[in-house]
Nanobody, 124 residues
Framework: QVQLVESGGGLVQAGNSLRLSCAAS????????MGWFRQAPGKEREFVAG????????AYADSGKGRFTISRDNAKNTVYLQMNSLKPEDTAVYYC?????????????????WGQGTRVTVSS
């Protein structure tokens, strides 16, 4: 069992930055790939970024390429999402998730554990 707790969300103006964190419990964190998803009001949850278990490979949705950076610190059991140049359309609840394999997954159905989410609101 893995438990995930997100933090770092909040209200920011467009153009500013936020860094989300996701702290994971369990000693097996370092062998699993991680991902960030988001769900905007009235929309389905969508993939934002993923990182493999070692942190050497990452993947991004087109919406975040060049603006978002996913990283992880396996010593701290934490994965991060640095979000720069935020836009109002980035407003959503952001979730981190664990997939029980080493390689990146981009589909929601592949993920095994989810956090409760942290809300990000970007004002124009």
């Amino acid at each position: 069992q893995v438990q995930l707790v997100e933090s770092g969300g909040g209200l920011v103006q467009a153009g500013n930055s936020l860094r989300l964190s996701c702290a994971a419990s369990g000693r097996t964190f370092s062998i699993y790939a991680m991902g960030w998803f988001r769900q905007a009001p009235g929309k389905e949850r969508e993939f934002v970024a993923g990182i493999d278990s070692g942190g050497g490979r990452t993947a991004y949705a087109d919406s975040g390429k060049g603006r978002f950076t996913i990283s992880r610190d396996n010593a701290k059991n934490t994965v991060y999402l640095q979000m720069n140049s935020l836009k109002p359309e980035d407003t959503a609840v952001y979730y981190c998730a664990v997939v029980r394999r080493w390689s990146i997954a981009t589909r929601e159905q592949e993920y095994d554990y989810w956090g409760q989410g942290t809300r990000v609101t970007v004002s124009s």
